[in-house]
């Protein structure tokens, strides 16, 4: 009896972690959104009608945005959410967000966009030292971000304040 209740227990705190990580993803889905919304790009790096944002290593992630994608625009643009698993692979993206399993590259990517108008995500904290302008963090349970604002500044972009001020800064 001990036993059924022991797997049963498990099973459920096993569903109960997969249903806060799909929750987690869907939140992050949004903030990245968001964050579309408060920066701006350079005029000449969006010239079609189409909003490109790269996901490295997270299906999940990519999902969440497709749904979003259905239903958003950035400004009058549409979104467009490609999915790769090598940094060789990106190009012409206006967002790159690179999963906490392939967090390794974001070096490379960094240096493989250099002087692009690319804003590089990242799910793991504390990347923003090796590139990346914002990265996803939790504070207490709950959904943050760092932000560096001289990786933002480096690649031409112009970042609302009040994005800045929400975030924890790495500058």
């Known amino acids: 009896m001990k036993k059924h209740i022991l797997i049963l227990l498990l099973l459920f705190l096993a569903g109960?972690?997969?249903e806060a990580f799909c929750q987690m993803t869907k939140f992050k889905a949004l903030f990245l959104y968001n964050f579309t919304q408060n920066v701006?790009?350079?005029?000449?790096?969006?010239?079609?009608?189409?909003?490109?944002i790269?996901?490295?290593?997270?299906?999940?992630?990519?999902?969440?945005?497709?749904?979003?994608?259905?239903?958003?625009?950035?400004?009058?643009?549409?979104?467009?959410?490609?999915?790769?698993?090598?940094v060789k692979e990106i190009n012409d993206s206006h967002v790159v967000f690179l999963s906490s399993t392939k967090s390794d590259l974001m070096s490379r990517l960094a240096i493989q966009q250099e002087g692009q108008p690319v804003l590089l995500i990242s799910s793991k904290e504390g990347l923003c030292k090796d590139g990346a302008a914002i990265c996803f963090t939790t504070v207490d349970g709950k959904l943050r971000y760092q932000i560096?604002?001289?990786?933002?500044?480096?690649?031409?972009?112009?970042?609302?304040?009040?994005?800045?001020s929400l975030g924890i800064s790495t500058n």
């Open 16 to 18: 109960t972690s997969e």
């Open 40 to 52: 701006e790009w350079p005029p000449n790096t969006i010239s079609s009608n189409e909003f490109i």
């Open 54 to 86: 790269t996901v490295v290593g997270d299906d999940e992630m990519a999902g969440e945005l497709e749904k979003l994608a259905q239903v958003k625009k950035v400004g009058s643009k549409t979104m467009v959410i490609k999915q790769t698993n090598q």
């Open 148 to 164: 560096n604002e001289d990786n933002i500044n480096a690649r031409s972009l112009k970042v609302n304040n009040k994005l800045i």
